[in-house]
C-alpha cells in the first residue's frame, strides 16, 4: 500500500524530501514507514524519559522492564531488573534530561534507542554526560526496556 504526501508537519520535511529525490522517477513518496517510525520515536522517547526521571511510581515503572532486563552502567557493571526496581524506588536529588534521541529498527518489534543524557547534581551542581543505549521490545501491544547501557562521555 502506498501514501501520497499531502501534508506532514515540520519534524519530517527533511526524512521526506531524501525520499522524494530517491523515489522521484516513480511518482509518488512512501511515508507510512517515517510516519511509523516517528510514532515509534516518540512513544519510546516518552518511556524512556518516565525511567529517568521517575515520573510515575515504581510499580508503574516496573511494567516497562521485562524481566530478561540487562543493564550494563556507566561503572561497567551489570545490573538485572531487580537492582533497577531498587534504584527507581530510590529519590534523587539529580535532574537527568535526554538529548538528540535517535531511533533504529533491529526487527518489526525490537528497537534500538540512542541518545546523550545529562545528569545534574544537585549537591555539587556538576554535569555529566554519557551516551545511551536501550533496547526496546514490543510484546502484545506492550513496549518493555530489555536492555540498557551508559558509557560515559566528555563533552
Known sequence: MFYVLLFAPWYFLDEIRIKKTKLRDVGYVVIRDLNMNMVIKEKLVALETMLFTRERNAADLADLIDDEFIERGKSGQFYGKNEVLSWLEQTSGAFISGDQFQVKKLTDDVILLTYISTTQSSSDNKAQHAFRSSIWRNQHGNW??????????DK
Open 144 to 153: 518493555r526496556m530489555v536492555y540498557h547501557q551508559a558509557t560515559p562521555m
